[in-house]
């Protein structure tokens, strides 16, 4: 349902920039982005040396498979999001080591595939971080602390029942 939602997004934004008058960036671009091909040597090429147009049209041609591929293992677009532009920075500074056209899409999905993993690592080592906390937490607190804590708590309720019923009835809804 994400991904519909995702698709659904992305078009609005497209019409929207064909309205406002962008269409006319084509004139701009050398090289349409729809009807790339990173097969052409001469924008692989460009691609390696940083051109505008070559980027622009790469990352319009990958956009949409990643961030599918991702939000497939993912499930939640805004993660999703955040890791594709990880992954197309990664690959925008490696953009040198690109070597043969017919590579480079498993290229792409196998960078894609190793920031899904780290990012799952990432969440597990937070969740074991975070239950270690609460662990320690509990263990800290000793016999006597809990007792201070129970005999404080004691005294609060008792402190309650001594209030006019309506005073009560207040502190117990705040």
């Known amino acids: 349902m994400p991904l519909k939602r995702f698709s659904q ?11 406002l008058g962008l269409i006319f960036s084509k004139f701009l671009l050398p090289i349409q982005p729809s009807t790339m091909n990173l097969s052409d040597p001469i924008l692989l090429q460009d691609f390696k040396n940083g051109e505008k147009h070559a980027v622009d049209a790469f990352y319009s041609l990958y ?26 920075l990664k690959i925008f500074r490696k953009r040198c080591e690109l070597e043969s056209s017919d590579r ?5 999905f196998t960078i894609t595939k190793n920031e899904v993993i780290d990012y799952f690592k990432r969440l597990k080592r937070d ?7 609460y662990k320690n937490r509990i263990e800290d607190s000793t016999g006597e602390e809990m007792a ?19 005073r009560k009835k207040v502190l117990e809804l705040s």
């Open 9 to 19: 997004i992305e078009d609005f934004y497209s019409q929207l920039a064909l309205k």
């Open 63 to 88: 956009k949409k498979p990643v961030l599918r591929f991702i939000l497939s293992m993912v499930k939640d677009p805004f993660e999703s999001e955040g890791i594709f532009h990880e992954v197309f």
């Open 104 to 108: 480079v899409q498993s290229y792409i």
């Open 127 to 133: 969740r074991e971080r975070l239950e270690s906390f």
């Open 148 to 166: 201070a804590e129970e005999m404080i708590f004691q005294r609060l309720e008792s402190a309650v029942d001594t209030l006019p019923y309506q």
